[in-house]
């Protein structure tokens, strides 16, 4: 299986700051990484995928870069509503596999 | 916009199986380049992916899981189900149903739907 590392696993920011989240493959998977933002009680919503594509109707400050085993997921100027729990998932190969998480907290 | 809802028993006892459905409104599961999936998430843990099936009935499963889930689909119905046997106390979880889209996204998800093992 491949395994994805997140770093870090927590963060404390505030609003306004730039915040990044990195997630690293076990492997190789091309560009086949997408990133969800869950917040408690709720299902995961998808932000972007293919590494770097933005979801439709997902706000510009979201972005994603990478290929190959290292990727970001980047919050250009963090919001109230930002404040939740991300996770990188990679459609490579089988079994699909998600990140153990980066939950993001108010400073 | 496609929804999807989860529905089934709330409480399984361990050694039995579980068997959820998921019903799909507002589009058709027969249409696109789609897949259907469900994934699990145990309370304060991270996501586990169980398996996905076409509407042609192609299905994937992940190894972990030992050939314990089988997923079904009823284009007639548009649904799909999951069955896990011989459950125990570690597949306790909030399941959700998921659409998939090729290699790229799961969007939409189900709401979840609680399943407590326990005797």
């Known amino acids: 299986d491949i395994q994805l590392t997140q770093s870090p696993s927590f963060l404390s920011a505030s609003v306004g700051d730039r915040v990044t989240i990195t997630c690293r493959a076990s492997?190789?998977?091309?560009?086949?990484l997408a990133w969800y933002q869950q917040k408690p009680g709720k299902a995961p919503k998808v932000l972007i995928y293919?590494?770097?594509t933005l979801q439709s109707g997902v706000s510009s400050r979201f972005s994603g870069s990478g290929s190959a085993t290292e990727f970001t997921l980047t919050i250009s100027s963090l919001q109230p509503e930002d404040f939740a729990t991300y996770y990188c998932?990679?459609?490579?190969?089988?079994?699909?596999?998600f990140g153990p998480g980066t939950k993001v907290d108010i400073k | 916009q496609v929804q999807l809802q989860e529905s089934g028993p709330g409480l399984v006892r361990p050694s039995q199986t579980l068997f959820l459905t998921c019903a799909v409104s507002?589009?058709?599961?027969?249409?696109?380049?789609?897949?259907w999936n469900w994934i699990r998430q145990p309370a304060g843990k991270g996501l586990e992916w169980i398996g996905r099936?076409?509407?042609?009935?192609?299905?994937n499963y992940n190894p972990s899981l030992k050939s314990r889930a089988t997923i079904s689909v009823d284009t007639s119905k548009n649904q799909f189900s999951l069955q896990l046997s011989s459950v125990t106390a570690a597949d306790t979880a909030v399941y959700f149903c998921?659409?998939?889209?090729?290699?790229?996204?799961?969007?939409?998800w189900g709401l979840g739907t609680l399943v407590t093992v326990s005797s």
């Open positions: 998921v659409r998939g889209m090729a290699r790229n996204w799961f969007d939409p």
């Open positions: 507002g589009g058709s599961i027969t249409s696109g380049s789609f897949h």
């Open positions: 099936i076409y509407d042609t009935g192609s299905t």
């Open positions: 492997q190789g998977i091309s560009s086949y």
């Open positions: 293919a590494a770097s």
């Open positions: 998932q990679q459609f490579n190969s089988f079994p699909f596999t």
